[in-house]
């Protein structure tokens, strides 16, 4: 049975024959409801902090969830962009070195090209010389030969050019003579005389 300070202020118990002193009785009973008053009062309090404290505890708990999975969440976040950047970086990285390769390639064909055409155009020149070359000799060797066997014949020095325009009728049957064949074919003033 539970008991309030006004039921112990209340009590009365039965007289008996050389029973206690009554008022001495009362006052500590008064006393003890008062005691007991102060200590409900305070257990209350204590109740209320308690339950205070445990609200703030659950908010605690409450928060510090929520900091651990916005963390772990942070977290995961940032191990999830740091891969996908490493990742980023890895395809950006092959992708340069493939292009690189390409334009090394490229230029390398392209060098290969240019120095085989350089070669070519020394060959076709040293071809184009030596034809040259040997075309002339062959034009000084006829000079030679052409006046070494051509009979000296005792006749003028003409020109053969202003006799030909006195006489522009040239027969069918001759061929055209080259100006080298008409300088070779004037009487040579080492040869006249």
């Known amino acids: 049975m539970k008991m309030t300070p006004i039921d112990i202020t209340h009590k009365s118990f039965n007289k008996k024959m050389f029973g206690l002193e009554e008022a001495e009785v009362n006052e500590f009973l008064q006393q003890v409801a008062v005691s007991m008053e102060e200590m409900i009062h305070e257990r209350n309090t204590l109740r209320e902090a308690l339950r ?16 651990k999975s916005t963390i772990a969440a942070a977290s995961q976040m940032s191990d999830r962009m740091r891969q996908d ?9 092959a992708d340069a070195q493939q292009k690189a390769e390409v334009i090394l390639r490229d230029s390398r064909d392209s060098l290969k090209k240019m120095y085989q055409e350089v070669t070519d155009l020394k060959r076709v020149r040293m071809q184009f010389e030596a034809n040259l070359r040997a075309m002339a000799q062959a034009h000084l060797t006829l ?5 070494k066997y051509l009979p000296s014949i005792g006749l003028p020095n003409v020109n053969l ?4 325009a006195a006489h522009p009728q040239v027969p069918a ?17 080492l040869t006249a005389g």
């Open 143 to 147: 000079i030679d030969q052409g006046e």
């Open 161 to 164: 050019d202003s006799a030909e």
């Open 85 to 93: 950047g490493e990742r980023e970086a890895k395809l950006i990285i």
């Open 173 to 189: 049957q001759q061929p055209a003579v080259a100006p080298a064949a008409r300088r070779s074919s004037q009487i040579s003033p």
């Open 52 to 67: 205070d404290k445990e609200l703030q505890i659950q908010d605690f708990k409450d928060r510090d969830a929520v900091l």
